[in-house]
């Protein structure tokens, strides 16, 4: 199944109660907010994302992740929105 990583941006000024409800229906969709893989020296580490990135898995094309969790977003949580998602082969961190 593909990777995703999406960044979403609530316009205005939300509060952090509205990105909290946000953390909560995105895991909801299978997107958290961290990130595992092994580091320099080979040891399993968790990364925690920038704010509102989120990173996981769905059987769906890039479009159609946007366009649900989008719809999603402006259902439950508010209209102006920004949602950006990346089709992730592979990723590091420093």
């Given at each position: 199944m593909p990777n995703y990583a999406i960044r979403v941006e609530l316009?205005?000024?939300?509060?952090?109660?509205?990105?909290?409800?946000l953390h909560a229906l995105m895991a909801t969709?299978?997107?958290?907010?961290?990130?595992t893989g092994v580091?320099?020296?080979?040891?399993?580490t968790r990364v925690d994302l920038p704010h509102a990135t989120y990173y996981g898995s769905s059987?769906?094309?890039?479009?159609?992740?946007r366009d649900s969790i989008s719809a999603a977003i402006r259902n439950?949580?508010?209209?102006?929105?920004?949602?950006?998602v990346v089709l992730a082969q592979t990723w590091a961190t420093a």
């Open positions: 316009k205005g000024n939300p509060s952090a109660e509205r990105y909290e409800s969709y299978g997107f958290g907010r961290t990130v580091d320099k020296q080979g040891n399993s059987d769906r094309d890039c479009a159609s992740v439950e949580i508010q209209q102006a929105i920004v949602v950006f």
